[in-house]
């Protein structure tokens, strides 16, 4: 019998690819969302083995319905973004923990594989290039930009004491991916705003010099090093998923300017105008991927300029089909 896989945030960018991802590899896929921050995407494939349960993984009874009517859970779930971390923290924070701790306790009940998705920002301020076993550095709890992270962590923690009860968990760090169908709003990745601002003239914003780096990940490795995770020896295991993609955000706002062939302004911000109750930037952030190559034989395959054009094209068909606004 088809395996069948329940996919929690899968309206959503990451969760859509991998609902694809699943379905392209002839897995069942039932995708649990809210659809408080899902894309509606009409290029999205009809498929009969895709079942949508709109619902919230705070919602117990219908998770574990759910929950034990699949051999797996992918776990993405959750409220993200910079900016939502410090204008909606409560709401973040419980939303998020509640979320991951109800989808643990129904995946003990019968014993069902769970695979987490956490963030590169629990490395906080520790020294790149991270790797998963080292000393996880967060700033003061007053920069509410924090919350994110310490709350992915705490939920780490949670995946791990079930993991010590002989639940199979694997719980995977994403490093800022993008692709098709990430939100180009003001909360979304800045892969995205910039190239959406590129193509409709607006000025690319640079938050503060632009000398931070981020590693980017293309939407389709983080599908594969996600699905990965279901093999036996991924059990307890916590892995970085991202590439060594690594460049400047003036870089990045650079190559996308001639990329698209932009005539907007690259134009420097800082980060108080952003961030006016305090931010703190993290200035270098790049993976070691060497335990999930070594033990998962996974390797990123999608070059920056590649995912790049990738993107560009998707934004561009949209943009002229009207269905980003
Ligand atoms: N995009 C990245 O670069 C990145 C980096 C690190 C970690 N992550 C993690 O990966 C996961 C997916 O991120 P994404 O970028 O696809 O975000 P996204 O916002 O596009 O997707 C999250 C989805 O979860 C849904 N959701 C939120 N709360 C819910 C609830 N209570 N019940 C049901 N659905 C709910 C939203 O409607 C949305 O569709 C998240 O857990 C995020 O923390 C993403």
């Not at 494939?45 to 919230?56: E, I, T």
């Not at 959750?78 to 991951?100: C, D, P, S, W, Y």
Request: charged share 25%.
């Amino acid at each position: 019998m088809r395996r069948k896989y329940l996919v929690t945030g899968g309206a959503g960018f990451i969760g859509s690819h991998l609902a694809e991802g699943l379905l392209e590899r002839g897995y069942k896929v039932t995708v649990l969302d809210n659809l408080e921050n899902s894309i509606a995407d009409p290029d999205l494939d009809q498929n009969s083995q895709l079942s949508f349960v709109k619902g919230s993984v705070t919602d117990r009874s219908l998770v574990r319905e759910l929950v034990a009517e699949h051999d797996a859970v992918f776990h993405l779930a959750a409220m993200l973004g910079v900016k939502t971390t410090m204008t909606h923290t409560i709401e973040m924070v419980q939303n998020n923990l509640a979320g991951t701790s109800i989808i643990l306790e129904e995946a003990m009940r019968t014993g069902k594989k769970v695979v987490f998705a956490s963030t590169s920002e629990v490395y906080g301020k520790g020294e790149p290039p991270f790797s998963e076993n080292m000393d996880l550095r967060f700033g003061n709890t007053t920069k509410l930009r924090w919350s994110y992270a310490l709350g992915k962590s705490l939920e780490e923690c949670l995946c791990l004491a079930y993991g010590r009860k002989k639940l199979p968990i694997t719980i995977v760090r994403y490093f800022n991916i993008f692709g098709p169908r990430q939100k180009d709003g003001s909360y979304g990745g800045v892969v995205s705003r910039f190239i959406k601002a590129a193509l409709t003239g607006e000025d690319l914003l640079v938050y503060g010099d632009g000398s931070q780096t981020r590693s980017f990940t293309y939407v389709s490795d983080a599908v594969e090093g996600t699905i990965r995770c279901l093999e036996e020896k991924a059990d307890q295991e916590i892995f970085n998923v991202g590439s060594r993609n690594e460049i400047t955000i003036l870089g990045l706002a650079t190559k996308i300017k001639n990329l698209t062939k932009s005539s907007s302004n690259i134009v420097h911000i800082p980060f108080d105008k952003v961030y006016p109750h305090g931010f703190e930037e993290i200035p270098k952030r790049s993976p070691d991927i060497n335990k999930i190559e070594t033990i998962l034989q996974y390797e990123p395959q999608v070059k920056l300029e590649q995912g790049l054009k990738e993107s560009i094209g998707w934004y561009r068909r949209k943009l002229a089909r009207g269905e980003l606004s």
